[in-house]
């Protein structure tokens, strides 16, 4: 790799506001506002709208939809398709 060029990558603190989740790991990402970690080092912060902690396929909160329903409202709409 070239130096000079790169974005520094450096830990990072992401948190989840929604579900009150944080955690620490490395990226490039910025930002301005800092947070004090666990640990007793300062890091900045980056908050996230949704994470594993709040997305419904995660917390087993999706909805399962009617597909077969919905196959069935389209053939009866637009008919059902031809055999080749």
């Known amino acids: ?3 000079g060029i790169h974005p520094a990558y450096r830990p990072v603190v992401f ?9 620490l790991t490395r990226s490039t990402a910025t930002s301005d506002r800092t947070i004090e970690w666990e640990d007793g080092n300062t890091y900045p912060v980056i908050d996230v ?4 902690a709040s997305h ?13 329903g919905r196959v069935e409202r ?3 709409r637009y008919g059902k398709r031809e055999e080749r």
Do not use: C, H, I, Q
């Open 1 to 3: 790799m070239k130096p």
């Open 49 to 52: 709208e949704t994470s594993s």
């Open 56 to 68: 419904p396929f995660y917390t087993g909160t999706a909805r399962v939809l009617d597909t077969a």
């Open 15 to 23: 948190r989840d506001r929604a579900a009150g989740y944080a955690f």
């Open 74 to 76: 389209f053939e009866r």
